[in-house]
């Protein structure tokens, strides 16, 4: 699924690159070379966000640079240190934290698709 959207994705930067006058195939390699980046953060996040305890769904999709940095500062809501209400409190806060961080994620991107569209 995720190789499908990447080559959609891909194609889409190719053909808006072409309707402006570049080069579809430079424009092609170099978005599925940054999509390939992001992806590649994904299992990190994955194991750093399952042993702390966070909403892996919520940091699935947040992975990337950021998301491995700002999980990296996170408690681990696992600890003995924490009793369950307080470590419902911290998982809570932390996927916010990724909630957050997807929103903004998806904002930036829609603001780069509608500048490419102009």
Do not use: H
């Amino acid at each position: 699924m995720q190789i499908i959207l990447l080559v959609i994705l891909c194609t889409i930067n190719a053909i808006i690159a072409k309707n402006k006058g570049y080069n579809p195939f430079i424009w092609f390699f170099a978005a599925g070379l940054l999509w390939i980046i992001v992806i590649s953060f994904l299992p990190n996040d994955a194991i750093i966000v399952k042993n702390k305890g966070y909403n892996f769904l919520f940091w699935f999709f947040a992975a990337g640079l950021l998301g491995l940095i700002v999980i990296s500062f996170l408690p681990n809501t696992n600890a003995e240190k924490y009793n369950a209400e307080e470590s419902e409190k911290l998982t809570k806060r932390g996927d916010n934290i990724g909630l957050f961080i997807i929103v903004v994620s998806l904002f930036i991107i829609l603001i780069f698709f509608i500048a490419s569209l102009i």
